[in-house]
């Protein structure tokens, strides 16, 4: 079990994280989600104990990861954002050496590497010099080397960042396969990775927890934005007419389509199906519908309502940064232009 109790980081004054509290209980796959720059990354390394907190603290099943780091750091295995690989060694070497400073038992250790050689299928590279590998087989090393010697929370940070489809795929078995005997924590931006994977999510967005839950739920809790999508020939105040006096019905919004038909998003309240009085209201004053459908929330809608500020702050920086790109580009065409003139 951990438990992350009012955890501050602050860089200078930009806080990264920010008053985090949630405990993590054993055997499930937990998925922390969150746009670039959330503090994803910052909340694993000081759970692993890479980082010092600026504020609070992290217990790994009772023991203080900064206070108590042997012992905590004894049920963690952990894959950072960029695996520490000694590329000169080989896959065997550098997981034998990992092993050692596991403190694996000398006469246990070629089992535990096999076993997780195996499990990463890194059985055809295993001689190979680590700096000969593709980016794919990297990242399954450093999987290798958190697993090695299996311990109970796995902590994974964007483990399948750089994969291709099918290494992909072969990640995400791996993790259930590991769910099975271990808690395992991940960090995805990615969220139909989460989705997929994972038990339980937590969404962060500027280093504070949004929101944490199954899937299932997080996606019922938005159920209150549910809503209804009409299209009819009905023009856009018969629309607002007609459905005025049906029940549930808590918001509407029409817009004319280029079809000249008229669109309407109906958002719906305690959760009712009103498609059927819908239909009767419409049908009771001869305007037929040519569509009707409830729009069910995904859980991508919940993510990108909850992590909104983040990514219009994100679309400012980018935005700011490529104005700033294009001027420095259009000063190095010119200073080129000037450069070509004088070679004339
Ligand atoms: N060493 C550092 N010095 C200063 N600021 C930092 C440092 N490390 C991270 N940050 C900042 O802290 C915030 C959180 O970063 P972090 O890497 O934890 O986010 P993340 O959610 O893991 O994002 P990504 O998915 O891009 O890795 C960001 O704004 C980042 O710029």
């Not at 020939?233 to 000249?260: G, M």
Request: aromatic share 4%; proline share 3%.
């Amino acid at each position: 079990m951990i438990e992350v109790k009012n955890l501050v980081k602050k860089y200078g004054n930009h806080i990264a994280v920010d008053h985090l509290n949630f405990t993590i209980e054993e055997g499930k796959i937990y998925g922390f989600l969150g746009p670039n720059g959330a503090g994803k990354s910052t909340t694993m390394n000081i759970m692993t104990g890479y980082l010092g907190a600026t504020e609070g603290e992290v217990l790994i099943n009772g023991h203080n990861i900064l206070k108590d780091p042997e012992e905590a750091k004894k049920c963690i295995g952990y894959l950072p954002e960029i695996p520490p690989l000694y590329t000169d060694m080989t896959v065997l070497e550098y997981l034998d050496f990992a092993a050692e400073l596991k403190k694996i038992k000398k006469k246990e250790r070629e089992e535990a590497v096999e076993q997780v050689v195996k499990l990463a299928k890194l059985y055809d590279v295993q001689e190979r010099l680590i700096k000969n590998l593709s980016k794919g087989y990297r990242q399954r090393v450093g999987l290798a080397q958190a697993i090695l010697g299996f311990p109970e929370i796995i902590i994974l940070d964007e483990p399948t960042v750089g994969l291709d489809p099918k290494q992909i795929i072969e990640i995400r078995e791996l993790i259930r396969t590991l769910a099975k005997n271990h808690t395992v924590i991940l960090s995805s931006h990615i969220l139909a990775e989460v989705q997929e994977v994972c038990d339980y999510v937590m969404i962060i967005s500027k280093g504070k927890l949004v929101a944490s839950d199954t899937p299932v739920n997080l996606e019922q809790l938005m159920a209150g934005s549910e809503t209804v999508e009409i299209t009819t020939r009905a023009t856009q105040t018969e629309v607002r007419d007609i459905l005025r006096p049906v029940a549930n019905v808590e918001k509407i919004t029409t817009q004319v389509n280029k079809d000249n038909t008229t669109g309407a998003v109906i958002e719906v309240k305690n959760h009712a199906d009103i498609r059927e009085s819908v239909f009767m209201a419409f049908a009771e004053k001869k305007k037929p519908l040519l569509l009707l459908k409830n729009t069910k929330v995904s859980l991508e809608d919940v993510f990108l309502e909850l992590t909104q500020n983040d990514a219009e702050a994100e679309k400012l920086e980018t935005d700011e940064l490529e104005a700033e790109e294009s001027d420095a580009v259009k000063q190095e065409m010119e200073e080129g232009e000037n450069e070509d003139a004088g070679n004339l």
